[in-house]
Each structure stands twice: as C-alpha cells, then as structure tokens.
C-alpha cells in the first residue's frame, strides 16, 4: 500500500523519511543500479538506465565550477560532478555519508559534510551552482519554497540550480512498491531486511517545477525522460 489507515501527522512522517534513509544507506544504489527488489525485467531494466544515462548527461552539463550537493547521498551524482567540478557534498545522513566515503575511494577529489537541507553551511552567493538529486520530492509541500530559497541563497546571481528527481511510474521502485495515487504521497516504503518507514513522496510535475524554480530563478529549464525521471534547471536571478 502507498498510505496508512491512521495516517501519521506530516512531521512525524519526515522523521520517518530521514530514519529510512539513514537506515537504507548501505542499499540505496541497488534501486539507481535495478538490483535485487529493483529489477522488472530486461526491457524495464534498459529504459531505465537508458534514462538514467540521459541524467546524468543533464547534470553533466555542470563543468568548471564550485558545486554545493544538497542530500548527495551515496554519492552517485557527486562522482560524476567531481569530473569537471570542485563539489562539496552534504547530507543529513551520517550513515550515507560513510557510504559514500567508502564507495569514493581514495580518488574522488570531493569534501563531504553532514548538514541539514533547510540550513545550508555556506556563505551567500559563494557557489556557481547546487545541485540534488532525488532530495526534493522527500520535501515537504510546505516547506518547498523554504528549501529552494535556502538553495539559491548559496549560488551567486547567475549561477545555477539543477535537480533531476522521480516521475509517477510504476516500475520505478522496488517490486513491492506501489506509486500509484495522490501526487503528493504519505508513501509504504520497506527495507531488505523487513523494516517498514513511511516517508514523503511528492511528485512534481513540470509546471509545478517551473513555478518552484521561478521564485529564485529568472529563467528555467525542464525535462523530462520517457518514463522514469525529470529533470530542471534555472540561473539563479539577483536579490531582489
């Protein structure tokens, strides 16, 4: 099931979604890589990283600069950030963090930091871009237009925002898992090894991200892959 009978209240679901995370670290890439519970079969397994492919071309655009990563997780953007960037990458999530410690190795030119989304550790206008991947569809419908503030507080006037999350598709999640319902979800989510979190799962349509983006962006960019992903994009606009 997406939802509970007795739902919980909307903080105690984002206490849940940060718990599931912090518990789901040292599985996260199994869902970006279509392992175990992630896998639907051949042709479903090749859209999908024919998509992700298309991604990670999107966020590749990113070069020659300073990049802040919100919630970067295992890591798995902040890699391919790092080719062509400076990237310092943060998260809420200790657990994730020495995940993606463990998965940089000693190559992988990037500082890591534990931080939380909403309070971002940097100066105003000290970064040529932030970027999050899979992060905003776990925020908070209210607390959306806090969050892209705080983003583009950090990146100087010019610079960029760039996201790519989830588009409502049934064989997006694990085998167990049913995306079907409300775009805005107090969503069943279970872990390997048998453990149950409710969580947050709002999913944006392209409008609604251009809307988002246009309260700090003066122009925005969206995508959006056959199936699987969107994707967006703006240059942060001057203080007003």
């Not at 030119?109 to 999050?132: E, I, K, Q, S």
Request: charged share 30%; aromatic share 10%.
């Amino acid at each position: 099931m997406n939802q509970t009978t007795n739902l919980p209240s909307d903080s105690e679901v984002e206490s849940d979604t940060r718990d599931y995370y912090r518990a789901r670290a040292p599985e996260f890439e199994q869902w970006i890589l279509r392992e175990g519970r992630y896998a639907h079969g051949d042709e479903a397994d090749a859209a999908w990283h024919d998509e992700m492919a298309e991604l990670q071309r999107f966020v590749g655009s990113l070069t020659d600069g300073t990049v802040f990563e919100v919630a970067a997780g295992t890591g798995w953007w902040t890699r391919l950030l790092a080719q062509r960037n400076r990237v310092v990458a943060s998260d809420y999530a200790p657990e994730m963090l020495e995940e993606a410690r463990r998965r940089d190795g000693a190559d992988v030119p990037v500082g890591r930091c534990r931080a939380d989304a909403y309070r971002l550790p940097a100066a105003d206008g000290a970064w040529d871009a932030c970027m999050f991947g899979f992060w905003l569809s776990h925020v908070p419908v209210s607390r959306s237009a806090e969050f892209i503030r705080e983003a583009a507080r950090i990146v100087r006037p010019g610079g960029w925002i760039v996201l790519v999350d989830s588009r409502q598709a049934k064989l997006s999640g694990a085998s167990d898992q049913n995306t079907a319902g409300d775009r805005v979800q107090r969503q069943h989510r279970r872990l390997n090894d048998g453990r149950e979190f409710t969580i947050w799962k709002i999913y944006w349509s392209p409008d609604e991200l251009r809307s988002l983006l246009g309260l700090v962006c003066s122009e925005v960019e969206v995508i959006e892959t056959d199936h699987f992903f969107i994707g967006a994009r703006g240059r942060v606009a001057s203080p007003a």
